[in-house]
């Protein structure tokens, strides 16, 4: 069976941050995932994870200003020198975290600026974070959003991510192949995650629509998992959805996953 993480910026919003982390473990996760850690001191976050018993297995670099609807800003060539300020903050919390990986978003297409330098922008920084991050052993990964829910993201399918990567040229860089993205835009689940399993370091799931825990959509998640072990897919996989009720009364999927 999969190994699941609560994400905890989707996940127990009713209570601070630092309390989500005792939350998760309280619903019997081992590890957790968030978007932005930055905000509280590293040794903060540590303890609180330490102290609940749950690893960190993921968390976002810096991604511009959330607030004002950026989405990341690994694309834009006038932010380079940002993003590469952020990947060194975000190299001090994976080793305060002893975190394996960290999540880089692409970023949305300004006007004006060509896709080829867009392209070459997000490579070289994609590059420069593979770097800065392999000496510790971490992986850095890419994610596409659904353009949907994000119209411009620059990154909202798996070939184009997957020819990013490859542009890159560093083993240890990776898909994060986010379940609820890929059925908005592409469907072809199973099939896609057998392609490109060496690709990929990470999953996050919702169900669609309404990006809420799985079994409230049209998304095969049972036939999912089994496959997911079938292929031996072998790494986590984020709880990244908007719980339909209370976060403690939407795990019904996994509870039912763990008797079978
Ligand atoms: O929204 C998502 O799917 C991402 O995983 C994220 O980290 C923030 O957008
Ligand atoms: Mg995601």
């Known amino acids: 069976m999969p190994r699941f993480a609560a994400n905890l ?20 996760f081992k590890a ?3 978007h932005f850690p ?15 018993g749950v690893a960190v297995v993921l968390f976002n670099f810096p991604a511009g200003n959330w607030a004002v609807g950026e989405r990341g800003i690994a694309c ?10 952020g ?43 593979a770097d800065a991050l392999a ?32 542009a890159a040229g560093r083993s240890n860089l990776f898909l994060q192949y986010d379940i609820y993205h890929a059925q908005v835009m592409e469907g072809d689940l199973a099939l896609t995650l057998m392609r490109n399993l060496p690709w990929v370091g990470h999953i996050q799931l919702a169900d669609n629509p309404g990006r ?22 072998q790494g986590w996989i984020g709880c990244e959805y908007a719980p339909s009720g209370r976060s403690e009364d939407s795990f019904g999927w996994l509870d039912a996953l763990m008797r079978t």
Do not use: K, M
Request: with cysteine; hydrophobic share 45%.
């Open 32 to 34: 957790v995932e968030f």
């Open 135 to 166: 000496g510790a052993g971490r992986q850095v990964l890419l994610e596409p959003l659904n353009s949907r829910d994000t119209p411009r993201f620059f990154v909202d399918r798996t070939v184009p991510a997957l020819a990013l990567l490859d």
């Open 87 to 129: 990947v060194a903050r975000a190299a001090t919390w994976a080793e305060s975290l002893n975190c394996p990986r960290v999540n880089c978003l692409a970023g949305l297409r300004p006007e004006g600026i060509t896709e080829a330098v867009l392209r070459d922008t997000l490579v070289d920084n994609l590059r420069f974070a």
């Open 212 to 233: 809420h825990e799985p079994g409230t959509g049209e998304i095969n998640f049972p036939f999912l998992f089994r496959h997911l072990d079938a292929i031996g897919y």
């Open 76 to 85: 834009l060539p006038e932010r380079i020198a940002e993003f590469r300020e």
């Open 38 to 52: 930055y905000e509280f001191p590293p040794d903060e976050v540590a303890a609180a994870a330490r102290e609940a």
């Open 9 to 28: 910026s989707f996940l127990f919003l009713d209570r601070p941050f630092l309390e989500r982390f005792a939350a998760a473990a309280a619903c019997g």
